[in-house]
């Protein structure tokens, strides 16, 4: 498995040539890893939903070095699409704006719209620089995990999910955790597909136009399904209240004999669980749960946990990324 290291040159050099020439990259952002393709060559990104098992008219994001870039992509860059790239790049925003037509169609999933975004993490931008060395305008990457399952926030979670083969560069854990969030400006203001890190009043502030939510007439978007981001264990999400009921009532025949752990039980506010089941505290920051949340999912698959008990976060603005992808994982 080519995991090359993503401080050095020589592998940024090697990982840009290949996307030059049509090939595949895992490569680390702030957020969670990416499986890239250069956005200009349709064969190329096709290599993604193949490799991904992700239906051919689910519409990727593409990467760019800067606004520069974004212009390349898009016909045209409405003024809340500028004022958001403005404020957040590079950075874990996406805007939705319109495409140019001779460009990104297969990125697209065939759409007339483009999902364009600048990742902050220094390896990812220098990768991005270098491939445009070598005339390559854009990265095409979806998060770097098979269709519907949880998206990778280490070299290590990639590789676990692809061929021998693939070429990843590690960039070590993504800082953030959860994908971008994603701002539809292509149908006149702003709509909020998915929610992220980035606050939606932070986003709105910076739009300068009222950011609405996301209603049945919104664009394609895999990572807006309901049942998505979804470890193998059957989650259930409940209010801290309920998650004490159900532990009240546990009959012991569902306590693990001998380490086969089928449930377990991950809170914000529980300091334990009746003795023996897989417990884990979720961090009390929104920000550092959001950083942790899809390794410990990977944690509970590894450990053969096969129904996932999750304490609901409180209904706070800096918990939506978090509250959204647990609803998800849910579904
Ligand atoms: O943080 C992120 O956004 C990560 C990193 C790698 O940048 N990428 C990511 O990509 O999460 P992906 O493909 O797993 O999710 C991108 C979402 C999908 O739900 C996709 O359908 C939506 O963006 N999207 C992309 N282009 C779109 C478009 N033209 N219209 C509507 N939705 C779009
Ligand atoms: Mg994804």
Redesign the pocket.
């Known amino acids: 498995m080519p995991i090359l290291p993503g401080n050095l040159e020589a592998s940024i050099a090697r990982a840009a040539q290949a996307l030059a020439d049509g090939e595949l990259v895992a ?1 680390p ?8 393709a250069r956005a200009d060559d349709d064969g190329a990104v096709r290599k993604i939903f193949a490799a991904k098992g ?1 239906p051919a008219d ?6 760019v070095p800067d606004v520069a870039g974004a212009e390349a992509f898009a016909a045209e860059l409405p003024p809340v699409a500028r004022r958001l790239i403005e404020a957040f790049w590079p950075g ?1 925003l ?1 805007v ?1 704006v319109p ?1 140019r037509p001779e460009l990104g169609a297969a ?3 065939g ?5 364009l ?1 600048s ?1 902050a993490h220094p390896v ?1 931008r220098a990768l991005l620089e270098a491939a445009a060395r070598l005339g390559v305008p854009g990265l095409a ?5 098979r269709f519907g399952r949880v ?1 990778p926030t280490s070299a290590q979670h990639v590789a676990s999910e692809f061929d021998a083969g693939l070429r990843i560069l590690d960039g070590g854990d993504c800082a ?1 955790g ?3 969030a ?1 701002v ?1 400006c ?1 149908r006149g203001g702003a709509v909020l ?2 929610p ?1 890190v980035l606050e939606a009043s932070r986003i709105e502030a910076a739009a300068g136009v009222p950011l609405r939510a996301a209603d049945a007439g ?8 309901e049942q ?1 981001y979804a470890p193998t264990a059957t989650v259930r999400l409940m209010p801290l209240r309920q998650l004490r009921a159900a532990l009240d009532v546990l009959p012991g025949e569902v306590l693990p004999v001998e380490g086969a752990q089928r449930l377990a039980v991950y809170s914000l506010n529980l300091r334990d669980v009746p003795r023996g089941l897989r417990f884990r505290r979720m961090p009390a920051d929104a920000a550092a749960a959001a950083h942790e949340l899809f390794a410990a999912l990977r944690e509970f698959d590894a450990a053969g946990v096969s129904v996932l008990w999750v304490e609901e976060p409180p209904d706070e603005p800096a918990w939506a990324g978090v509250r959204d992808r647990l609803r998800r994982a849910a579904a």
Not at 29 to 36: F, I, S
Not at 111 to 115: D, E, F, K, P, S
Not at 218 to 225: E, F
Request: proline share 9%; aromatic share 4%.
């Open positions: 490569f952002t702030e957020t969670v890893y990416g499986l890239g992700r689910h519409p990727l994001i593409v990467h874990p996406t939705i495409r990125a697209a999933g759409q007339a719209t483009i999902g975004r990742p990812a990457a979806p998060s770097a995990n998206s953030l959860i994908e971008s994603i539809d292509s597909l998915r992220g919104a664009p394609r978007a895999s990572g807006t399904l998505h």
